[in-house]
């Protein structure tokens, strides 16, 4: 799997998390730290934002 499809990945299972369960669980903070490690680590490696993140694709297509 790529970096930036683990991003999207693990901060797909965090929102997931976040509305099942809500933000202060432990699952919930758990899967929040995973997607930022994800997420930085595709960033250190040159990937940008948009890549990683749909929200920020959107924004740039406007």
Same mark, same amino acid.
């Given at each position: 799997?790529?970096? &930036?499809? $683990? %991003?999207?990945? $693990?901060? @797909?299972?965090? =929102?997931?998390?976040? &509305?099942? @369960?809500? +933000?202060?669980? +432990? =699952? &919930?903070? %758990?899967?929040?730290?995973? %997607? ?5 680590? $595709?960033? #250190?490696?040159?990937? +940008?934002?948009?890549?990683? @993140?749909?929200?920020?694709? $959107? #924004?740039?297509?406007?």
């Amino acid at each position: 799997m790529t970096l &930036t499809r $683990a %991003a999207q990945a $693990a901060q @797909h299972a965090a =929102v997931r998390a976040n &509305t099942l @369960h809500g +933000p202060a669980r +432990p =699952v &919930t903070l %758990a899967l929040l730290a995973a %997607a930022s490690t994800a997420t930085a680590r $595709a960033w #250190d490696r040159g990937h +940008p934002v948009h890549a990683i @993140h749909p929200a920020q694709r $959107a #924004d740039r297509a406007r």
